[in-house]
């Protein structure tokens, strides 16, 4: 058992100068040193550059988080993790967080689909004044190394793995910590038998995609790899591409037109070009079973592509961690971000797990130095 002892330096560790490590960091030092307690020292460990994944975020807009202000709404769009985030959501949600970036001079506005970007529009600007409030601080350091395993943080008191889902499995399983392989949830996909014109984006019922060479892409290309991680190839999706009643609205106003020209008001031309069949047939000539068929585009999914993975599913097993991402196998280890089986769609639900999760690390890892 720990003494408490106060001369002691209580030494920690964040495994991770990303998104989720580095928001970590700058709420531990900011709650200590609202507590006026300097006793500790506080080592950022980053294999790479500090902040370097939250460059490509957003396009290098930086897609900060969602405006969604309902905590079971806003959770709804995690495929994994979402009654967890419950939890945190409920002790930093993402106001908290929009004030904790304000508080550093980033300011952002609600795009029209519900997501909020820094006024900057610049996910570099967002980089920089995370580092430089960082380094306002005096008790930290960023280290770069690679941690191989557990035996690199044997003399912190304190340990911390923010370090996401790329090559981390080792890390993870030196500690004995359950988790689930990492698996690409947000990506392209590849569509057996491709027929489709490239290039040519869409408004279907259920999301904007793209077509891409040998598949979709886009954002329900993305949500549809993230509901369906876990199925083996080959598998099936269906994709409502308009509204049955407004196709027969055409055509009870154009019966003498071509089904492939009415199909085309609904769709782009050279989408309804390639599926619908006797392109120049009469609409009122085509059965009724053909029409609704056209509504739906059924495509076999052969594989992901590697365009996207933007995330990853898998990760640190929620049920071995306490609601304070405390892990309940190895003494003083928590986690935060990606590195936890929790993942969501586009749309800055990522980035959030990132804020809440960091900030309920902070905060339990301060609470068990000060209150010792
Ligand atoms: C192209 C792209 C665009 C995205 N856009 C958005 C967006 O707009 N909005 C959104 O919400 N989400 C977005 N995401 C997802 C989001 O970026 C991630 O969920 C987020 O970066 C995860 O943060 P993290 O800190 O947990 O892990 P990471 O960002 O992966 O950071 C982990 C850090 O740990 C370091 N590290 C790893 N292992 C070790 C080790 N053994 N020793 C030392 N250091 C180590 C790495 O170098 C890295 O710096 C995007 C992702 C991608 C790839």
């Known amino acids: 058992m720990e003494q408490f ?15 989720s490590g580095i928001y970590c960091a700058l709420n531990i030092l900011k709650k200590f040193q609202e507590r006026n307690f300097n006793n500790y020292f506080l080592t950022i460990f980053d294999k790479s550059q500090a902040l370097r994944t939250l460059l490509v975020t957003g396009g290098g807009r930086c897609n900060i988080t969602n405006s969604i ?3 079971k709404e806003f959770a709804s769009n995690y495929p994994r993790g979402e009654k967890f985030l419950y939890s945190l959501f409920s002790r930093h949600f993402s106001f908290d967080s929009l004030d904790f970036f304000k508080s550093l001079g980033i300011d952002t506005y609600i795009q029209d689909d519900g997501r909020i970007f820094p006024k900057s529009n610049s996910a570099k600007d ?3 004044k995370l580092l430089t409030a960082l380094f306002r601080y ?3 350091k960023l280290e770069n190394k690679d941690i191989k395993d557990k035996k690199d943080l ?5 340990i911390i793995l923010a370090c996401g889902s790329r090559g981390t499995q080792n890390l993870i399983k030196s500690f004995n910590q359950p ?3 990492f698996k690409k949830a947000l ?3 590849k569509i057996d038998n491709f027929i489709y014109p490239k290039g040519v984006s869409v408004n279907s019922l259920d999301g904007a ?3 891409t060479n040998d598949g979709i892409s886009g954002p329900l290309a993305f949500k549809l790899s993230s509901i369906n991680v876990d199925k083996p190839f080959p598998y099936s999706i269906s994709i409502r591409l308009f509204n049955i009643d407004d196709l027969y609205s055409l055509i009870k106003e154009n019966p003498k037109k071509s089904i492939g020209n009415l199909v085309s008001k609904l769709i782009p031309k050279s989408l309804a070009f390639a599926i619908v069949d006797d392109y120049n047939k009469k609409c009122c000539e085509v059965s009724k079973e053909k029409l609704i068929s056209y509504s739906v585009l059924n495509l076999d999914v052969i594989s992901n592509s590697n365009l996207g993975e933007i995330v990853n599913s898998g990760g640190v097993e929620l049920n071995s961690l306490d609601k304070n991402c405390k892990s309940k196998v190895s003494d003083n280890l928590w986690f935060c971000g990606e590195i936890l089986d929790i993942d969501g769609f586009c749309g800055g639900f990522n980035l959030q797990n990132c804020w809440s999760s960091a900030y309920v690390v902070a905060n339990d890892v301060v609470y068990s130095i000060i209150n010792k």
């Open 209 to 211: 995609f793209v077509f």
């Open 138 to 140: 005096k008790n930290v």
């Open 154 to 158: 044997e003399k912190f008191d304190r």
């Open 179 to 181: 988790f689930k392989p």
């Open 5 to 19: 002892c106060q001369d002691k330096i209580f030494k920690i560790a964040i495994v991770g100068a990303g998104p």
């Open 187 to 189: 990506c392209a996909l």
């Open 126 to 128: 967002v980089k920089d």
């Open 69 to 71: 202000s309902d905590i």
